[in-house]
């Protein structure tokens, strides 16, 4: 079964930054594709950004370009989000999901779907507040 755990979380203030790690066990990473989500208060879960492992292909929500930027680190079989200029209306908590699979290439998109997600994180609470 795939495990993740999210970790890095935290409170900042407006303008801080904050570097969200998506650790996988039980998997290799290079064969899945790696998507962050994030839920607000009251508000539905939306994609924020997703990573093809094996490609390095990227894309980000509309709402985080230039911001925020999603990598990969093989060795120690992590996803990174690191969020710079964050702003109150990035508050949520943030899931990191994986998929795998032939169809891999197809869960990573500018449409920023759930579709193909099947394992997912506890995930990790972000507050942006002054």
């Known amino acids: 079964q795939v495990q993740l755990v999210e970790s890095g979380g935290g409170l900042v203030q407006p303008g801080g930054s904050l570097r969200l790690s998506c650790e996988a066990s039980?998997?290799?990473?290079?064969?899945?594709?790696i998507g962050w989500f994030r839920q607000a208060p009251g508000k539905e879960r939306e994609g924020v950004s997703c990573?093809?492992?094996?490609?390095?292909?990227?894309h980000y929500a509309d709402s985080v370009k230039g911001r925020f930027t999603i990598s990969r680190d093989s060795a120690k079989n992590t996803v990174v989000l690191q969020m710079n200029s964050l702003k109150p209306e990035d508050t949520g908590v943030y899931y990191c999901?994986?998929?795998?699979?032939?169809?891999?290439?197809?869960?990573?998109?500018?449409?920023?779907?759930?579709?193909?997600?099947?394992?997912w994180g506890q995930g990790t609470q972000v507050t942006v507040s002054s």
């Open positions: 990573i093809i492992s094996s490609d390095g292909i990227t």
């Open positions: 999901a994986a998929g795998g699979g032939f169809r891999r290439h197809s869960y990573c998109s500018a449409s920023m779907s759930e579709a193909g997600y099947s394992d």
């Open positions: 039980k998997f290799t990473l290079d064969f899945y594709t």
